[in-house]
């Protein structure tokens, strides 16, 4: 059964700082990761599936990488909206989130 | 544009049923998978099962086995999620999400586009 974590739990941060967000997937998940940006009172939002690839209107200050048990979220320069909490999510078999970080303002 | 529109909050007793609806536009709804995910209050997601609209099978968590059903109504472009035996912790927000579609590999398990989320209260 794999198990999905992610590092930190809480992120703080300054507006304009770059924010590098961690996923581990205890057994190699090949590109299956899907990253998810949650605003309270909101349904999740996809950003990154396959690994790397944004999704649809997705500011390109979002990237991802990784592949295998190990990736990142990367926000190059945050921006006010951006503080919320991020899932990482593997489809490598039937879905399974992360914990999920909070990245919070500093 | 693709909108998935949900049903409104419940409150139910233990022991009873709910069922969520998940009315689906903008899109062919039968040419999408639809998944059903919670989220307890203050806690993080939880995948429950899977439909695949076309062919009508479907695939739940193990968590959930024997609670849940998961049905679609493709003249109203419609899924339903019904979970059963309800407890309190099963107080959460319950989402339809459509399963993404990646342009290489075709049909995947990512979520493109999510409902507004429904409000489950169980409570005696």
């Known amino acids: 059964e794999i198990v999905m974590t992610q590092s930190p739990a809480t992120l703080s941060v300054s507006p304009g700082e770059r924010a590098t967000l961690s996923c581990r997937a205890s057994?190699?998940?090949?590109?299956?990761l899907a990253w998810y940006q949650q605003k309270p009172g909101q349904a999740p939002r996809l950003l990154i599936y396959g690994a790397s690839t944004r999704a649809t209107g997705i500011p390109a200050r979002f990237s991802g990488s990784g592949s295998g048990t190990e990736f990142t979220l990367t926000i190059s320069s945050l921006q006010s909206e951006d503080f919320a909490v991020y899932y990482c999510q593997q489809y490598n078999t039937w879905p399974l989130f992360g914990p999920g970080t909070k990245v919070d303002i500093k | 544009q693709v909108q998935l529109v949900q049903s409104g909050a419940e409150v139910k007793k233990p022991g009873a049923s709910v069922k969520v609806s998940c009315k689906a536009s903008g899109y062919t709804f039968t040419t999408y998978a639809m998944h059903w995910v919670r989220q307890a209050p203050g806690q993080g997601l939880e995948w429950m099962g899977w439909i695949n609209v076309g062919k009508g099978n479907t695939k739940h968590s193990q968590k959930f086995q024997g609670r849940v059903t998961i049905t679609t109504d493709t003249s109203a472009s419609t899924a339903y999620m019904e979970l059963s035996s309800l407890r309190s912790q099963d107080t959460a927000i319950y989402y339809c999400a459509r399963e993404g579609r990646d342009p290489i590999v075709g049909a995947t398990h990512y979520f493109d586009y999510w409902g507004q989320g429904t409000l489950v209260t169980v409570s005696s």
């Open positions: 057994q190699t998940i090949s590109s299956n």
